[in-house]
């Protein structure tokens, strides 16, 4: 019922600045986090940034001081805003949220299909 779309990836040169969006529709209760992940060819899926319910906030230790993120709970989206991108930074991009359906009270989590960030020199 519930799906999260992920948008705002492309090619970007070494230095530049990316915004992702990423957006929840369907019957939703409420949504306690959301999160941004990344996974590199060949490399495991690693945490970007986090924001609960309570709105702190943790980033992953390759992107502190590069990544903001911030939500709109009435929208039931986050964003994600990369700047001075490096090649290392290129992957596909993953939001999740966690969250309660109308129709179900037990919590879940939901992941976007990804959106892919490559960066160039």
């Known amino acids: 019922q519930v799906q999260l779309v992920e948008s705002g990836g492309g090619l970007v040169q070494s230095g530049g600045s990316l915004r992702l969006s990423c957006v929840a529709s369907?019957?939703?209760?409420?949504?306690?986090?959301m999160d941004w992940y990344r996974q590199a060819p060949g490399k495991q899926r690693e945490l970007v940034a986090s924001?609960?319910?309570?709105?702190?906030?943790n980033y992953g230790e390759a992107v502190k001081g590069r990544v903001s993120i911030s939500r709109d709970h009435g929208k039931n989206a986050a964003y994600l805003q990369l700047n001075s991108l490096k090649s290392e930074d290129t992957g596909v991009y993953y939001c999740?949220?966690?969250?309660?359906?109308?129709?179900?009270?037990?919590?879940?989590?939901?992941w976007g299909q990804g959106t892919q960030v490559t960066v160039s020199s």
């Open positions: 924001m609960n319910e309570l709105g702190n906030i």
């Open positions: 999740r949220a966690t969250l309660r359906a109308l129709d179900n009270p037990r919590p879940q989590s939901i």
């Open positions: 369907g019957g939703i209760s409420s949504v306690s986090v």
